[in-house]
């Protein structure tokens, strides 16, 4: 039997502070069609067309359809990805005021495809001489025109929704492979990989993400309820659970046995908090920002609640956990939901 430190270093995971996925050696997959669909549409609905017979933009992205994701196995980046996008454009003929309408399909962009195979076909909704000559330029302006803003969406599915995947090995140094992207002939190889990440907000795809407002009335007085979420006796009183609450700027809390932390970015005595809030299963690294005004009414207090960039897969769970998990068990707990007489 070998002893520790010696034997296959192939088995040796000690040089490794997370002790996973050693060498690279597993299949990694990152999901990013969420991501892939709102950069498609950014990128798609900024393109417009100028030609002697008149200017015509994209108007909406009317339909994109597909899958995409990244995947690291024994330290190479494969990229997949079969979109099917569905655009409307609109324009106007020098000299004139009406407005013509037409479609723009691209039917196969795949890693199956190079981008000069690419379909994308142009048609029009009106049968008239305007429409006509609308068409024929943009018969001519924009399949090259879709297909560069494709090459951008490629470009950065393969930068940075790779970011993280390959894991560095000894002395900090990434086994890195050249990102495989199908057979996109007409995009550039990336010369060394990929860049390690330098913070832990930079990981994964960026994701899309929503907000929220919640406005409920406790009866209470602001500085009460506002000791409700700053001390850390009445905090584990309502949501019955361990905690930490270190209520000042830069300290941090956690909440529900780690289910939610974060940081507190502000506070204002009795008036307001601002929080870096995240659930545990939230993409590692990402935070939402949590604002929570207390505003005093004759005989309660009106808590004002805006929270941005939250995962659109969870809108609604974390919409639900404040009503149900906080703002219920506080007024159960403390007695806060009943008109006094």
């Known amino acids: ?26 299949w990694t997959e990152r999901d990013a069609s969420a991501w892939s669909t709102e950069k498609i549409k950014n990128l798609l609905l900024a393109v417009k067309f100028e030609g002697p017979e008149g200017t015509c933009e994209i108007s909406e992205a009317r339909e994109i359809k597909g899958e995409a994701s990244a ?30 309408n037409g479609e723009i399909h691209v039917p196969n962009l795949s890693e199956e495809h190079s981008l000069d195979d690419v379909d994308v076909t142009v048609t029009v909704k009106e049968d008239t001489m305007e429409a006509q000559s609308l068409k024929e330029m943009m018969l001519r302006l ?53 860049p390690a990440a330098k913070k832990s907000s930079d990981l994964g795809c960026p994701i899309p993400t929503s907000k929220i407002n919640l406005t409920e009335t406790f009866v209470a007085s602001a500085e009460d309820l506002y000791s409700v979420f700053t001390t850390i006796e009445r905090v584990q009183a309502y949501t019955r659970a361990p905690a930490v609450v270190e209520a000042y700027r830069g300290g941090t809390f956690s ?51 805006l929270q941005t ?28 939901g009943a008109m006094l007489l």
């Open 255 to 305: 909440l529900f046995g780690g289910e939610i932390s974060g940081e507190f970015i502000d506070l204002q005595q009795d008036t307001r908090l601002v929080q870096r809030w995240r659930r545990k299963n939230w993409p590692e690294g990402h935070y939402s920002t949590v604002s929570i005004e207390f505003k005093q009414e004759s005989d309660s207090t009106q808590l004002i609640l």
């Open 142 to 194: 924009a399949p090259s025109a879709v297909r560069s803003k494709l090459e951008e969406y490629l470009r950065a599915l393969r930068e940075e929704c790779s970011q993280g995947m390959i894991l560095p090995q000894r002395k900090g140094e990434p086994n890195v492979a050249p990102p495989k992207l199908g057979r996109l002939s007409s995009l550039t190889p990336a010369a060394t990989g990929v």
């Open 71 to 100: 995947n690291n196995r024994k330290g190479k980046l494969i990229f997949f990805y079969d979109w099917d996008i569905k655009l409307n454009w609109r324009g106007k003929c020098v000299g004139s005021e009406t407005n013509v």
């Open 309 to 336: 960039e939250i995962p659109d897969s969870d809108v609604e769970a974390t919409r639900e956990g404040w009503k149900r998990h906080i703002f219920e068990n506080i007024k159960s707990t403390f007695g806060y």
């Open 1 to 26: 039997m070998a002893k520790w430190g010696e034997g296959d270093p192939r088995w040796i995971v000690e040089e490794r502070d997370d002790a996973k996925n050693v060498n690279n050696w597993h």
